[in-house]
């Protein structure tokens, strides 16, 4: 099989229930970039929470790519070179601020500095994201962010209470706005053009590839973009079971070396 471009989403996918990459995951990735094969981290974390990453799996050389924020972000790993950059407007941050605070639920801003609420009260899943992108909180009232550069905005709070929010979000943000869950806990705004599908078949036609050399490999809603546009999309057997109606491989799961069976079988095979 000709796949010339793997995307891999890290939570749920490449990293195990204890966020760590496996020695076989590890491998595998290493015999695919020695294949030639462009290995892609695809995530919906901002950059600062993906650079051990690059680090552990030695994707800084020359010509290789990291989509993150959910695709509102893409760059070159050995420049830091942006190739997308598609920030949120002020505008629009107060509109999705304000309707937080109308559905009752805890929000935050992501700038590729730090995470940013306006919740005096700092939601546990606000605290839970920086913690785990290793980013710092900072705590802003709308009338103090016109200046951040807000590259995704986060609806964060118990699954329950987020659910019901969900239900009564007007049809009007979802014009605007691109709006993935990727989390339980977690809903995601990006500008309208942005999702990591967007970003996949833009590096596919910076790189000369077609959807068929293209592969994508997640678990979450908000992978359900870059699985639909690629010629294999494959899911985690911990995959929500939505997502997994559209994939053409079902991997095992991420406690069992999920991406490694997956890049061995159906592409270095």
């Known amino acids: 099989?000709?796949?010339?471009?793997?995307?891999?989403?890290?939570?749920?996918?490449?990293?195990?229930?204890?966020?760590?990459?496996?020695?076989?995951?590890a491998k595998a990735v290493k015999e695919a970039r020695e294949a030639g094969v462009k290995f892609v981290i695809a995530t919906g974390r901002?950059?600062?929470?993906?650079?051990?990453?690059?680090?552990?799996?030695?994707?800084?050389?020359?010509?290789?790519?990291?989509?993150?924020f959910n695709g509102g972000l893409v760059q070159d790993t050995a420049t830091e070179e942006d190739i997308i950059r598609e920030p949120l407007s002020y505008e629009d941050y107060l509109d999705i601020e304000f309707l937080s605070r109308k559905l009752g639920v805890h929000l935050h801003a992501i700038t590729k500095e730090g995470i940013y609420t306006a919740n005096r009260n700092i939601g546990?899943?606000?605290?839970?994201?920086?913690?785990?992108?290793?980013?710092?909180?900072?705590?802003?009232t709308p009338e103090?962010?016109?200046?951040?550069?807000?590259?995704?905005?986060?609806?964060?709070?118990?699954?329950?209470?987020?659910?019901?929010?969900?239900?009564?979000?007007?049809?009007?943000?979802?014009?605007?706005?691109?709006?993935?869950?990727?989390?339980?806990?977690?809903?995601?705004?990006?500008?309208?053009?942005?999702?990591?599908?967007?970003?996949?078949?833009?590096?596919?036609e910076k790189l000369g590839f077609s959807p068929d050399q293209l592969m994508a490999i997640g678990d979450e809603e908000n992978d359900r973009a870059m699985l639909e546009v690629v010629g294999h999309p494959v899911v985690m057997e911990n995959g929500v079971p939505e997502v997994k109606k559209i994939a053409k491989h079902i991997t095992k799961s991420n406690?069992?070396?999920?991406?490694?069976?997956a890049l061995r079988k159906w592409v270095l095979d």
């Open 255 to 261: 406690d069992e070396d999920g991406v490694a069976y």
């Open 144 to 204: 103090e962010m016109p200046d951040k550069e807000i590259v995704k905005i986060m609806m964060i709070d118990e699954p329950d209470l987020l659910d019901q929010a969900i239900s009564r979000i007007p049809q009007e943000f979802y014009d605007r706005f691109t709006i993935v869950k990727s989390k339980p806990f977690y809903l995601e705004f990006m500008p309208k053009t942005v999702s990591k599908g967007a970003a996949v078949l833009h590096l596919a």
């Open 1 to 25: 099989m000709s796949i010339k471009l793997v995307a891999v989403d890290i939570d749920g996918t490449l990293l195990n229930s204890k966020n760590e990459v496996t020695p076989e995951v």
């Open 46 to 68: 901002p950059i600062a929470g993906v650079q051990n990453l690059l680090e552990e799996l030695d994707l800084r050389h020359p010509d290789n790519y990291v989509i993150t």
């Open 124 to 140: 546990k899943y606000t605290v839970h994201e920086a913690t785990l992108v290793s980013m710092p909180i900072f705590y802003r």
